[in-house]
């Protein structure tokens, strides 16, 4: 063989990752033509605003369903940083197609790190959204574990109201998580 002559080599492993690109090329069209793309990134500008507090955002009504001891900066940080968890959970759990999941959830972070880099640094350094993953691989009833690791959050003394605090922000977040993405109107996943 001659300096000339080029001999090109590409072995089976290399031909099967080369396909996955394709089919990843293809959906990530499929998506962006179709519009999905942008909606999970509308979805997650939207989730990012979510809020125990105030009359801007995605609004949470707590107020109904909880005692006036959980009104106060502490408790409220811990409320913040569950329905973020909820939200991110909820995207990945109900949207089937990971790219628009993965995009959604990419979305509300930066939105959120944009919005208050200061909490954004604390959930993404921080330790809550462990005692929350694990809550969610535990098993059993998944409302009661989120409800104990928020009441573990918290760090109160005497727990039992807070546990079934933690259920009804958990279930409300839910439930609004999930209206949201039944709104953004995904096609054809």
Known sequence: MSENDVRIYVSKKEMNHAGDFSGSFDTINTHRANGNIDKARRLGAVL????????????????????????????????????????????????????????????????????????????????????????????????ENIGEAFAMLCGVKNKDSFIPAGKTVWNIAVDIVTKEIEKADFRDI
């Open 48 to 143: 990012a605003t979510i809020t125990p507090t105030g009359d801007e955002g995605l609004v949470v009504d707590l107020k109904s369903h909880l005692a006036s001891k959980f009104f106060v900066q502490d408790i409220l940080y811990q409320i913040k940083v569950l329905l973020v968890f909820a939200c991110e959970t909820i995207l990945q759990m109900d949207i089937p197609v990971e790219l628009l999941s993965n995009t959604a959830i990419a979305s509300m972070y930066d939105a959120i790190e944009t919005a208050s880099p200061g909490f954004y640094s604390n959930i993404a350094n921080g330790a809550a959204f462990t005692f929350y993953y694990l809550a969610v691989k535990k098993g059993g009833d998944l409302s």
